[in-house]
């Protein structure tokens, strides 16, 4: 009889937003012992800059979440990337990453449709794909190298370090959200692995092949 082989599946929580009935703190710390007591894997927070809805910003969350428990792994559901300044994600993320021993996960995003988040935060919409696919490039270099020099499209960089660097052994894996067909080459192209929200298993799975397929193409390796 052939052997069977068992791949443990990993629970993780999306808050979307503030689901409690009160904005009081101790209900967000309340929720999150009581997930590391039952060895939930990681919980991910929404990210919206400019919202009337309550709504955390994601690094802050994810510093709280680390310096309240010892395992529990913590993530952007996703990060609006183009609305960010790359050094500063680095070093802030890093920084996490660092402080927690390694628990940080970002996925990232182009961000939402709205023209006023765009605006606020000092950018356009219009130019958010190739900024956040630079914006990845420069994340990766300033986790993994020193003196980092750069001129792209919208950012430049001349000798810049990022200390401290990332604990994780192969660096934060970027995942990338989305669910379109862009998105989907994106992911594979680009991406460490794919989060996808109110799809059904079927959907998924259809989503997944696709991926890798796509990175297959691209010498990009997703497990």
Known sequence: MAEISYEKVRIGIALGGWPFPEPEPQLLWNYTERMESLDVDSIWFTD?????TFTLETVVAMSFIASRTTKLKFGT?????????????????????FLSGGR???????????????????????????????????????WSEDNVTHKGKHFTLTNVTVQPKPVQKNLPPIWFGGRSEPALRRTAKIGDGWLVSQVTPEEAGV??????SMASEFGNHIE
């Not at 919206?48 to 009337?52: L, Y």
């Not at 990060?79 to 993320?93: Q, S």
């Not at 940080?104 to 900024?131: H, M, N, Q």
């Open 207 to 212: 989503g997944v092949q696709k991926i890798k």
């Open 77 to 97: 559901s996703v990060i609006a990337l183009p609305l960010r300044n790359p050094t500063i994600l680095a070093k802030e993320l890093a920084t996490i990453d």
């Open 104 to 142: 940080c996960l970002p996925a990232v995003g182009l961000g939402t449709e709205d023209e006023i988040e765009y605006e606020a935060c000092g950018t356009e919409k219009r130019i958010r794909v190739s900024r956040t696919e630079e914006a990845v490039h420069l994340l990766r270099r300033l």
């Open 48 to 52: 919206r800059i400019v919202s009337p």
